[in-house]
């Protein structure tokens, strides 16, 4: 699933190729990708232009010059990318936008799980997804005070804790993995129990991580591309995350890989021990 560095990573090649651009026709392939009713939705579009595109957390928001929203998810494999007008779009490609400088904008996804919704701007924090979801993981946004207060809250184990967007907006399987690691945290860890340092620790490595990975252009590990149909690069830099098996590259342990909240989660069992209750 794209997660933040992803998701952000499409938003910039999004701006450059839709942003300005006039919406003169929609092709709705696969209606259930569209939560509002799709006559509508395309009523309401056609004929307007994507004035920016900006993103909150996993989800990218489509402001267009009617005062309109649309809420676009992702979700597994859902990608979008831009071919000229008249060349046929790849297979499993659900909705299309012709733009009006002779381009098409196109949705394709694999699965069919993502989905768009269309709000008035300035509704979109009210929408499921966005009403509960945590800060950005930067500096600014996401404070160490505020870190601490739900940690020390918490009575899960870290890992489903992380993945829950209440806290920080975000973070996916891969990239918790990844700062629990560079924190030597084991997954199992009730948030709870966590120390100061340790907290201070995984803030800073979860700002770190996030960052990198978006100037990577995040991790391809399955399908993913950004808007260009390029692959992310971040995948040859990960410590953890498909790495089992592997020595560890701080303490040379074998890395293991257990189930943590129904996910797939691979730490070092010498570096992340759990703390004695």
């Known amino acids: 699933m794209p997660e933040l560095p992803e998701v952000e990573t499409v938003r910039r090649g999004l701006i450059k190729i839709a942003k300005g651009r006039k919406i003169i026709g929609i092709d709705v392939h696969y209606p259930q990708t569209i939560t509002n009713d799709v006559e509508m939705f395309k009523e309401a579009l056609i004929g307007q232009t994507i004035e920016d595109i900006n993103r909150r957390g996993k989800y990218l928001l489509f402001h267009f010059s009617n005062q309109l929203t649309m809420i ?9 990318f831009g071919i000229p007008e008249g060349e046929v779009p790849r297979k499993h490609t659900h909705v299309v936008f ?4 002779n381009t098409q904008l196109c949705y394709n996804d694999t699965r069919k799980f993502g989905r768009m919704t269309l709000v008035e701007t300035g509704e979109e924090l009210s929408y499921a997804g966005l009403k509960t979801i945590g800060p950005e993981p930067t500096d600014k946004d996401f404070t160490l005070e505020y870190f601490k207060d739900i940690v020390h809250k918490g009575r899960r184990e870290i890992k489903p804790f992380l993945l829950d967007q209440k806290g920080v907006a975000g973070l996916g399987n891969i990239y918790v993995d990844e700062v629990l690691w560079m924190s030597q945290i084991h997954p199992e860890e009730h948030a709870n129990n966590l120390t100061d340092q340790q907290i201070t620790r995984l803030r800073e490595n979860i700002i770190d991580e996030i960052a990198i990975a978006t100037e990577h252009h995040g991790t391809t590990v399955h399908s993913y591309t950004n808007a260009f149909g390029h692959a992310g690069d971040f995948q040859n830099e990960l410590h953890a995350y498909g790495r089992v098996g ?26 992340q021990q759990l703390s004695e209750e």
């Open 98 to 101: 012709h733009l009006d400088d």
């Open 72 to 80: 676009s998810h992702l979700r597994m494999e859902g990608k979008y």
């Open 246 to 271: 592997e020595p560890c590259e701080r303490c040379g342990t074998k890395l293991v890989k257990i189930k943590v909240a129904q996910r797939g989660t691979t730490f070092c069992p010498h570096c």
